[in-house]
């Protein structure tokens, strides 16, 4: 079964550095998301892609975060100046047709800010 | 602004018996609903969907909607220790992407 790979699985960082978080989506997906979920707490919408642009950003998604599909497989979500708060498991997430299938999530990074 | 309320829970259940989770949401205007299974650690994954009123089973899964009362509901038969998890509800929105709720707390007792 196709599957949204999602790297590193864990990734620690020092406050105030730049991460990456990669994602390769499923391959006939057209439709891109990156969510989080703070240790305990629900799962939060960051933003959505599509046909190469952001479609739609939370109030979380500010101008620290970045997202990009470089080379038509790999969907990266950066983050330019890391704070404690932003230490949470993130997911990537893909489909076809949300209407009709919901996501494919990846199994996420774990991203702690030290 | 969006709501997804579900009960945290935990919801405790025997082996064997039916768990019932619940969902309300805010956004009249949603048409489409996602319950997804979240084991400790893990990504969500999907369990099912639902658009049209009425009840939609697959196996011992049946997810229930009511959209004049906006509501919706999945129900477990035969409950598994393997069923213990975090339930998520998931509305679409008009911007097509899904808005989750703070999930319930599942756990079937052996």
């Known amino acids: 079964e196709p599957e949204v790979t999602q790297t590193p699985s864990h990734q620690v960082t020092q406050m105030g550095q730049e991460v990456i978080l990669r994602c390769v989506p499923i391959?006939?997906?057209?439709?891109f998301y990156w969510y989080r979920q703070i240790l305990g707490q629900k799962v939060e919408f960051l933003v959505s892609?599509?046909?190469?642009?952001?479609?739609?950003k939370s109030e979380i998604f500010d101008d620290q975060f970045s997202v990009e599909r470089p080379d038509g497989s790999n969907f990266t979500l950066k983050i330019r100046s890391t704070k404690l708060e932003d230490s949470a498991m993130y997911f990537c997430a893909s489909s076809r047709s949300v209407a009709n299938y919901g996501y494919t999530f990846g199994s996420g990074t774990r991203l702690t800010v030290v | 602004q969006k709501e997804v309320e579900q009960n945290s829970g935990p919801l405790s259940v025997p082996e064997g018996a039916i768990a019932s989770l619940n969902c309300t949401y805010s956004d009249r205007v949603s048409q489409s609903f996602f319950w997804y299974r979240q084991y400790s650690g893990k990504s969500p994954e999907l369990i099912m969907s639902i658009y049209s009123n009425g009840d939609k089973e697959d196996g011992r899964f049946t997810a229930q909607l009511n959209k004049a009362s906006q509501y919706v509901s999945l129900l477990i038969r035969d409950s598994q220790p393997s069923d213990s998890a975090t339930y998520l509800c998931?509305?679409?929105?008009?911007?097509?992407?899904?808005?989750f709720g703070t999930g319930t707390r599942l756990t079937v007792i052996p």
């Open positions: 892609f599509y046909n190469n642009e952001i479609s739609e």
């Open positions: 391959s006939n997906h057209l439709y």
């Open positions: 998931a509305v679409l929105t008009g911007a097509n992407n899904l808005f």
